[in-house]
T-cell receptor
Framework: DAMVIQNPRYQVTQFGKPVTLSCSQT?????MYWYQQKSSQAPKLLFH???????NEADTPDNFQSRRPNTSFCFLDIRSPGLGDAAMYLC???????????????FGSGTRLTVV | AQSVTQLDSQVPVFEEAPVELRCNYS??????LFWYVQYPNQGLQLLLK??????LVKGINGFEAEFNKSQTSFHLRKPSVHISDTAEYFC???????????FGAGTTVTVRA
């Protein structure tokens, strides 16, 4: 099945040690998003790529960066993870170019990040 | 910018009873509306969405929602819940001229036998 795949499902990293989370998609969607979801909270948009164009949310800390080397893959880099960065990170895709009939967002299963 | 308000943070309900989860939104432009369900340590699964057309939308697992433009609401309903419906439910909105999804705070549904 076409889908959004996130690896790994669970990631443990040390305080201050850079970590990368990955997301891949087989839907050929042109927009990819990264959301941060802390415990018992709503997902919060960090940034998104519209094709190759990177769009950062105004309140996303500089500690968070992203790369999209091609249509299928998108990475979330946390340069110096702090204890407050422990969360579920969700990748999502959408295809506004596909027209309204099929418009929507597809989410991956998430990566649970623990900072020790 | 749009915002989403889920009026109930927790909804306890008995098995086979009906449930309604309330969602209101605010936006200066027309919107697309979504309901997602999230089970523990899982991603978000789409229950249903309203893009245009009929205001009554039917989704998976027996859920339905009604878009009410005058009341800016998109309440989710299920006539008879199961234990397996215990989960977190998120209402979300994106503007018709935008493609960013914003979420409400979520409603925790706990179904008891």
């Amino acid at each position: 099945d076409a889908m959004v795949i996130q690896n790994p499902r669970y990631q443990v990293t040390q305080f201050g040690k850079p970590v990368t989370l990955s997301c891949s998609q087989t839907l050929n969607h042109n927009v990819m998003y990264w959301y941060q979801q802390k415990s018992s909270q709503a997902p919060k948009l960090l940034f998104h790529y519209y094709d190759k164009d990177f769009n950062n949310e105004a309140d996303t800390p500089d500690n968070f960066q992203s790369r999209r080397p091609n249509t299928s893959f998108c990475f979330l880099d946390i340069r110096s993870p702090g204890l407050g960065d422990a969360a579920m990170y969700l990748c999502a895709t959408s295809s506004p170019k596909g027209g309204i009939a099929n418009y929507g967002y597809t989410f991956g299963s998430g990566t649970r990040l623990t900072v020790v | 910018a749009q915002s989403v308000t889920q009026l109930d943070s927790q909804v306890p309900v008995f098995e086979e009873a009906p449930v309604e989860l309330r969602c209101n939104y605010s936006s200066s432009v027309s919107v697309y509306l979504f309901w997602y369900v999230q089970y523990p340590n899982q991603g978000l699964q789409l229950l249903l969405k309203y893009l245009s057309g009929s205001t009554l939308v039917k989704g998976i697992n027996g859920f339905e929602a009604e878009f009410n433009k005058s009341q800016t609401s998109f309440h989710l309903r299920k006539p008879s819940v199961h234990i397996s419906d215990t989960a977190e439910y998120f209402c979300a909105v994106s503007r018709s001229n935008d493609y960013k999804l914003s979420f409400g705070a979520g409603t925790t549904v706990t179904v008891r036998a």
